[in-house]
């Protein structure tokens, strides 16, 4: 089993309590910014977006076969009062508990049952290379998101690609796609480039420092479309049985100048800070 796969056995087993990410990481045998990095890449949720979501699902169903306590039902999901179990249920379902209940159905396609990983790897994938990087500066466009809503991404690019060469300070004309400030749940995502500094740079840019460390890099020439499972890959398959471990802190796609972001072609990189 892969640690997510352990993860997903874990939570199943045990989401009832509480339990948080770094009991789910110890159940996969890595460390929690592994786990939250290889779940998001192998499931599309983060550990405790699919916690709340099962949570809530298990819920929805007690409640549309007629619960009579509500109070008790939100505890029994891990709220400690009813107005925040009302909001989050009525942030995932459109409908308050009372309506469903009412109703005696929930909507099917809001609730989340148990997980069916797609175990889909890339075959014989292996870092082209280990690199002691530098420090990088990097500006661009940045956006918060959870595992749910990266799909967003390519649309956060859409809206830096017409400043790509002229932000004040940029170096070259490589591309780079920072995860950065990592919770339980979320992300930071800057899409941008090196720059030299951040003296003329205007409130509309991102800025970030990345301190030297030391990378896996993966280079591929495959599609664009591909990336979410090449990273599937390189933290349920590759990580794990490599060892190396994984450093706390951003990783990056690389996008050199031979790629163009008309077609997805050209080819690009994985890199993946670990721990020297």
């Known amino acids: 089993m892969t640690p997510v796969q352990k993860a997903i056995w874990y939570i199943e087993s045990h989401y ?17 910014f592994h786990m939250s990095r290889a779940f998001a890449a192998a499931t599309g949720h983060s550990v405790t977006g699919y916690l709340r979501a ?28 009813h107005e925040a179990f009302t909001r989050a249920f009525r942030d995932r ?3 308050t508990p009372e309506e469903v209940r009412a109703n005696g159905s929930v909507s099917q396609p809001q609730c989340l049952e148990h997980l069916k990983m797609d175990e889909t790897f890339v075959e014989n994938l292996a870092p082209s290379r280990f690199v002691d990087g530098g420090p990088l ?3 661009g466009f940045g956006q918060r998101y959870t595992s749910e ?21 940029q170096k070259n004309y490589v591309g780079y796609g920072v995860c950065h400030n990592f919770d339980d749940d979320s992300f930071e995502y800057i899409a941008g480039v090196e720059v030299k500094d951040f003296s003329d740079l205007t409130s ?3 800025r970030l420092r990345i301190a030297p460390q030391r990378y896996a890099v993966f280079a591929t020439t495959d599609h664009i479309s591909m990336i979410r499972r ?28 031979s790629f163009d972001p008309a077609t997805g072609n050209g080819g690009y990189e994985l890199w993946i800070p670990i721990k020297n």
Request: cysteine-free; charged content about 15%.
């Open 54 to 81: 099962r949570r809530l699902t298990d819920a929805a169903h007690a409640l549309a076969k007629g619960a009579p306590d509500i109070l008790a039902v939100a505890l029994d999901a891990g709220y400690g009062s």
């Open 149 to 169: 809503t990266s799909l967003a991404i390519p649309s956060l690019w859409q809206r830096f690609g017409p400043h790509f060469g002229s932000v004040p300070g």
């Open 204 to 206: 509309e840019y991102s």
């Open 137 to 139: 500066l990097i500006a």
């Open 230 to 257: 090449i990273t599937h890959t390189v933290w349920s398959k590759w990580l794990p049985t490599s060892g190396h471990e994984a450093a706390d802190g951003p990783n990056f796609e690389l996008y050199p100048e």
């Open 16 to 32: 009832s309590r509480d339990i948080g990410l770094d009991e789910v990481a110890a159940a996969g045998g890595v460390s929690r």
């Open 93 to 95: 379902f459109g409908q």
